[in-house]
């Protein structure tokens, strides 16, 4: 049975991107981690990927000027000419318009380092922290035309500690992520329904 063939979009660090492409290596995973696509060279992710012997590739917002869609319309021609089926979404730092959205629906990830519904958007662990909550975690979840929305897929808990800073809140939600993210693309990989050869309808 061909796996799905998942691209991986990131715009930094890549820890997330990291956690998939090491979980995807399992022999018994149901998804292959084929792709990395940057909005921007200077991504350190893109070197890790490549490290691992995944093809990354930067995909550079700035030619297209203000047109989002049509910098999205060039990361789905190669999305589809690389036989993608599934997008995970890891640190990528745009926002889609709903051409790319609708183009991936159900078959697009993220995941997002808060209890979603709460705290969507920026500095969740610095605003998690300030309200005094006891619990903090992280959500993975189908991305709908709505930031930080859409269908969760998966979520992890985490206690907040006394003394915690952000950088410690942060690292505690962040190894969860990495354990949530694979099993989360896992599962939904199982579901995917691959036509002959594996490649996106
Ligand atoms: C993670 O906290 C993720 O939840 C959020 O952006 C961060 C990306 O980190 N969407 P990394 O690039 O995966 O290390």
Redesign the pocket.
């Known amino acids: 049975m061909p796996k799905p063939r998942v691209a991986v979009l990131?715009?930094?660090?890549?820890?997330?991107?990291?956690?998939l492409i090491k979980a995807a290596r399992a022999p018994g995973y149901s998804a292959e981690i084929a792709l990395v696509i940057s909005n921007t060279a200077e991504a350190p992710?893109l070197e890790i990927a490549r490290g691992l012997g995944v093809e990354a590739l930067a995909i550079s917002a700035k030619p297209y000027g203000k047109d989002r869609e049509a910098h999205e319309r060039a990361i789905d021609a190669v999305l589809v000419e690389r036989g993608i089926a599934i997008v995970c979404?890891?640190?990528?730092?745009r926002i889609l318009t709903p051409y790319l959205v609708g183009r991936w629906a159900g078959r697009m990830l993220?995941?997002?380092?808060s209890l979603l519904p709460a705290y969507p958007g920026l500095d969740t662990h610095g605003r998690a922290l300030a309200a005094g909550e006891p619990e903090h975690g992280?959500t993975v979840h189908l991305v709908t035309e709505v930031m930080d929305d859409g269908p969760v897929l998966a979520q992890a808990t985490v206690p907040v500690l006394p003394g915690d800073d952000e950088d410690a809140l942060?690292a505690r939600?962040?190894e969860q992520?990495h354990r949530i993210y694979p099993a989360a693309l896992a599962e939904l990989a199982r579901k995917i329904h691959l036509p002959e050869g594996g490649a996106k309808p």
């Not at 990131?10 to 956690?19: H, P, Q, V």
């Not at 979404?89 to 730092?93: I, P």
């Not at 993220?110 to 380092?113: D, L, V, Y």
């Open positions: 990131i715009s930094g660090r890549g820890s997330n991107m990291e956690a992710g979404l890891a640190g990528y730092m993220n995941i997002h380092p992280c942060a939600v962040l992520e």
